[in-house]
């Protein structure tokens, strides 16, 4: 399957979310696919402290947390010794030309092959995470260790539910990499997994769920 992306035009209304750094466009004629333009200076919240004299004083700075990830998803992709549609990551795949600028080419996690699918914070809104989907959300994180990615900001809002090969998955779209000026958890296993631990235990806290750390496992309460 090959695609052409030339001549890349998004409007308005093909924007669907935006987080800290990016914004997030889908198109009609690629449905397979979702489109991430880094924010410009300008459109940068203003931040203090080091990171914000980094922003201020070297522009290229914006563009670190791509650099971070596209280094995590090569190194994963290339050290896996597993099925890489196992990957707990969504795929990315380059970049191309638009009437926005460069974009960032990743997969769409999707249930119906169509919309983008429900975050674990939708899910748990609306009842949606059962005790089949809180078993794919412990096989997210066991495999967010099996492959070792360094992550930086895993929470309920990047945590989507798609599908692959038909089955149903728990696939982080932000929040992978080591963005950290001294990047001790590219080198170190145990820092990934006791900061991942650490992200968990946020993370259960706003899902009403109990995140054990001896058994890096989500539970009821």
């Not at 092959?113 to 949606?128: A, E, F, Y």
């Not at 895993?154 to 038909?166: E, I, K």
Request: with cysteine; hydrophobic share 40%.
């Amino acid at each position: 399957m090959s695609f052409d992306f030339s001549g890349l035009t998004f409007k308005h209304d093909d924007l669907v979310s935006q987080g800290g750094e990016r914004f997030v466009y889908t198109h009609s004629d690629y449905t397979h696919f979702v489109f991430k333009r880094q924010k410009q200076l300008a459109e940068l919240e203003r931040k203090s402290g080091m990171k914000g004299w980094m922003l201020r004083n070297f522009p290229d700075f914006t563009n670190r947390i791509i650099k971070k990830e596209y280094r995590a998803y090569v190194d994963t992709c290339l050290a896996a010794y597993d099925d890489l549609e196992k990957l707990p990551v969504s795929k990315i795949f380059g970049f191309a030309q638009s009437n926005i600028g460069v974009v960032q080419i990743a997969e769409k996690v999707t249930l119906d092959g169509t919309s983008i699918g429900p975050t674990l914070s939708q899910l748990h809104r609306t009842g949606g995470l059962s005790a089949e989907r809180l078993d794919l959300l412990n096989e997210f994180v066991a495999l967010l260790i099996r492959f070792n990615i360094p992550t930086n900001d895993v929470s309920a809002q990047n945590v989507v539910l798609g599908r692959r090969r038909g089955l149903e998955k728990f696939i982080c779209v932000d929040g992978f990499g080591d963005i950290h000026l001294v990047p001790v958890r590219t080198y170190s296993a145990r820092v990934r997994r006791d900061m991942l631990a650490e992200r968990m235990q946020k993370m259960a806290r706003n899902l009403d769920l109990r995140f054990d750390k001896a058994l890096f496992a989500f539970s009821r309460q």
